[in-house]
Nanobody, 121 residues
Framework: QVQLVESGGGLVQAGGSLRLSCAAS????????MGWYRQAPGKQRELVAS???????NYIDSVKGRFTISRDNAKNTVNLQMNSLKPEDTAVYYC???????????????WGLGTQVTVSS
């Protein structure tokens, strides 16, 4: 069993910053890649940023230069530093992990429950 728990969401004014964190807990698993998704009201869930085990990162165009994704492999965590926030960044942000179950020798995905980010104008 693997659980992902997000933290760091909240309310901030436009131009402000927030730092989201996601911690993976459990035994007998490894993390190949992690990412952050978001879903705004009336919108489809979208991938915001991802990071591979090799440290390669990808971002959607709308957050490039403002958001930074990072990993702490020793703690099985992924972070999303969000700067220069805009009202259009308002959404529920979800942590996602591409996992390996060492016991069963198979890959699977896990999702956090989400954390609300609200940016006021």
């Amino acid at each position: 069993q693997v659980q992902l728990v997000e933290s760091g969401g909240g309310l901030v004014q436009a131009g402000g910053s927030l730092r989201l964190s996601c911690a993976a807990s459990g035994i007998g698993f490894g993390i190949r890649a992690m990412g952050w998704y978001r879903q705004a009201p009336g919108k489809q869930r979208e991938l915001v940023a991802s990071i591979t085990g090799g440290g390669n990162t990808n971002y959607i165009d709308s957050v490039k230069g403002r958001f930074t994704i990072s990993r702490d492999n020793a703690k099985n965590t992924v972070n999303l530093q969000m700067n220069s926030l805009k009202p259009e960044d308002t959404a529920v942000y979800y942590c996602n992990a591409d996992l390996i179950d060492y016991g069963l020798g198979r890959s699977f995905d896990s999702w956090g429950l989400g954390t609300q980010v609200t940016v006021s104008s």
